[in-house]
């Protein structure tokens, strides 16, 4: 059974940073594309950042560009998101997801097969 679980958010301020974790189990990491989507109240999940399997090539959302960084290591079946100079709206749930698509970057959160639950990122004003 595949576990995605996500780890690191919290509460920060504006200009703060942010490292998100996600540790993946019960599938061959490396067979995967690995991306971070998120969902504020209201609103539907968008794209955030992805990279290929062997963490050549990524992708990211333009609100993201500049501020966030995604990596991973297949060695230790994990993906991280770092987040700085966050911002009000970048408060929401931040959610990783593995896409079979390994050698892509997809931005769309069809092309993603599973996902983990979840965590939050509030940032105060």
């Known amino acids: 059974q595949v576990h995605l679980v996500e780890s690191g958010g919290g509460l920060v301020q504006t200009g703060g940073s942010l490292r998100l974790s996600c540790a993946a189990s019960?599938?061959?990491?490396?067979?995967?594309?690995m991306g971070w989507f998120r969902q504020a109240p209201g609103k539907e999940r968008e794209f955030v950042a992805t990279?290929?399997?062997?963490?050549?090539?990524?992708r990211y959302a333009d609100f993201g560009k500049g501020r966030f960084t995604i990596s991973r290591d297949n060695g230790r079946n994990t993906l991280w998101l770092q987040m700085m100079s966050l911002k009000p709206e970048d408060t929401a749930v931040y959610y990783c997801?593995?896409?079979?698509?390994?050698?892509?970057?997809?931005?769309?959160?069809?092309?993603?097969?599973?996902w983990g639950q979840g965590t939050q990122v509030t940032v105060s004003s």
């Open positions: 019960g599938l061959t990491f490396d067979n995967y594309a």
């Open positions: 997801a593995a896409s079979h698509l390994r050698g892509q970057t997809p931005s769309s959160s069809l092309n993603y097969h599973y």
């Open positions: 990279i290929t399997w062997g963490g050549g090539s990524t």
